[in-house]
Structures are given as C-alpha cells and as structure tokens.
C-alpha cells in the first residue's frame, strides 16, 4: 500500500523579499543615556519608524529598478507607443510615499540632533549630551551616502560596485524614465551632490566639536538646520521628477 505524501508547508513571502532587505545593512543603533523623558521618548519612537520604513522603501527601491527602469527612454517608445510609460509614471506617483520614507526619516533624526544640540540646560546635564550619540543620529541620517561614515560590510559593497548611497538611489528610481538630459533629472542630480556635501560637512564639523561648550553646540546646530534644508530641497527634488 502507498503512504500518503508528507504535506510541506510552503512559504508565503517571496524569497525576493528577503533577498532585497539582506542586502542592506542594519542602522547604527543610537546608544542610550540619560536626557529628559520626553525627548527619550521621541527618540525611541523615531527608530521604530525607521526600520520599519527602512525595511519597506529600501526593498521596494531595490526591486523597482528593473521592472521600471528604461535603458533608454527615448527609443524604447520611440513607435508612438505612449501607453506604458504613462502607466509606469503613475504607479511611481503611487508608490512616491514609500520612495521618500527614507528622506522623511532622516529629516526625522536630525530634527532630534537638532534639539538634542540646542536643549536649555535645565533639561540635561551636560555630561549627559553624548558626543557618540550624535555622531550616530547624523550618520544614520546620512543613509551610507559618507565614505568616510560607512562600515566595513557597506564600504565592501561599495567597493563592488553596488550603489550603497540610499539617496542616489532614491534618484535613479525616480528619475529612471526620464532623458538624460531632462532638467527635472539633471536638477535632482545635481541637488543630490550638495545633499552629499552639506552631509560630509557636517559629520566632519561633528568630529572636530567639543560640544560641552555652549557655542560651539549652537554652531553645530546650525549646521544641523542647514542640512536638513538641503533635505528639504532635495524631497522637492525627487517630486518634480515624478510630477507630483
């Protein structure tokens, strides 16, 4: 008599998924100490959002690169064919939340640098303002796009030739079906260099500041505010590629 097959289970995610996510890194975690409840608090709650949102738009950024990217975007329609491309240029618009989490998270963990540089001192004692902590909230910020920033297992990526550097992807994929020389893309690429500039900037400045002193906390502040507009430009950036 013939026994019945043993039932497999079968798994229900695509093994892609798990293969896009263990391509990224984990985020330097921000080590802990002791500030006012209510920043802890906050600073708790934006790190959940992070690799949550890390988790989702990293692997969608890298799987939508070849299913909506075109080599060349001018021929590849050039038979007055305009309906696909009308249709990849709105699940793009569609899909635009999950292409920015990453920016909006960033903005996220310099605005908590930001208070944490420029907090009353009524709030912290000073031997409580953690210079590594910091260095560690503007490194994650930063999302692999410092040289100088990254670790070993992502600067040996870099070294192959896969694009580390979650901005410049962010670019790609937005800009993907556009010319080469269209000037919503040549725009993008070009607010995305001085996004890169305003970050080695300021985790250079953060190396060299001694920020147990007053001024000199308030001239990385700034910094900070100044990279977060860079930021900002950058978001608009991404949107006017995507015409939203």
């Given at each position: 008599?013939?026994?019945?097959?043993?039932?497999?289970?079968?798994?229900?995610?695509?093994?892609?998924?798990?293969?896009?996510?263990?391509?990224?890194?984990?985020?330097?975690?921000?080590?802990?100490?002791?500030?006012?409840?209510?920043?802890?608090?906050?600073?708790?709650?934006?790190?959940?959002?992070?690799?949550?949102?890390?988790?989702?738009?990293?692997?969608?950024?890298?799987?939508?690169?070849p299913l909506l990217s075109q080599p060349e975007?001018?021929?590849?329609?050039?038979?007055?064919?305009?309906?696909?491309?009308?249709?990849?240029?709105?699940?793009?618009?569609?899909?635009?939340?999950?292409?920015?989490?990453?920016?909006?998270?960033?903005?996220?963990?310099?605005?908590?640098?930001?208070?944490?540089?420029?907090?009353?001192?009524?709030?912290?004692?000073?031997?409580?303002?953690?210079?590594?902590?910091?260095?560690?909230?503007?490194?994650?910020?930063?999302?692999?796009?410092?040289?100088?920033?990254?670790?070993?297992?992502?600067?040996?990526?870099?070294?192959?030739?896969?694009?580390?550097?979650?901005?410049?992807?962010?670019?790609?994929?937005?800009?993907?079906?556009?010319?080469?020389?269209?000037?919503?893309?040549?725009?993008?690429?070009?607010?995305?260099?001085?996004?890169?500039?305003?970050?080695?900037?300021?985790?250079?400045?953060?190396?060299?500041?001694?920020?147990?002193?007053?001024?000199?906390?308030?001239?990385?502040?700034?910094?900070?505010?100044?990279?977060?507009?860079?930021?900002n430009k950058f978001e608009q950036g991404i949107?006017?590629?995507?015409?939203?």
């Amino acid at each position: 008599m013939t026994l019945p097959a043993e039932p497999r289970v079968i798994s229900s995610f695509p093994s892609s998924t798990f293969t896009a996510l263990s391509l990224f890194p984990q985020k330097p975690t921000v080590s802990k100490h002791k500030i006012s409840s209510k920043l802890q608090n906050n600073l708790q709650n934006i790190r959940i959002q992070i690799s949550r949102r890390d988790a989702v738009s990293l692997s969608f950024i890298s799987l939508a690169p070849p299913l909506l990217s075109q080599p060349e975007p001018a021929n590849a329609f050039s038979f007055g064919i305009s309906g696909p491309k009308d249709w990849l240029k709105e699940q793009k618009k569609k899909s635009s939340n999950f292409l920015l989490a990453p920016v909006d998270a960033s903005r996220q963990i310099l605005n908590s640098a930001y208070l944490l540089l420029v907090a009353q001192e009524s709030d912290y004692s000073e031997k409580d303002l953690d210079l590594e902590e910091i260095q560690g909230m503007l490194r994650s910020a930063a999302r692999d796009c410092v040289p100088q920033e990254r670790n070993s297992f992502v600067t040996f990526q870099a070294n192959t030739g896969v694009e580390v550097c979650t901005f410049r992807l962010i670019v790609k994929n937005a800009a993907s079906l556009l010319d080469n020389k269209d000037p919503a893309k040549l725009e993008a690429e070009a607010i995305l260099n001085d996004l890169v500039r305003s970050f080695t900037s300021l985790n250079s400045l953060v190396g060299d500041t001694d920020i147990q002193i007053s001024s000199k906390r308030q001239k990385l502040a700034d910094a900070v505010t100044d990279t977060i507009s860079s930021l900002n430009k950058f978001e608009q950036g991404i949107k006017d590629c995507l015409e939203i």
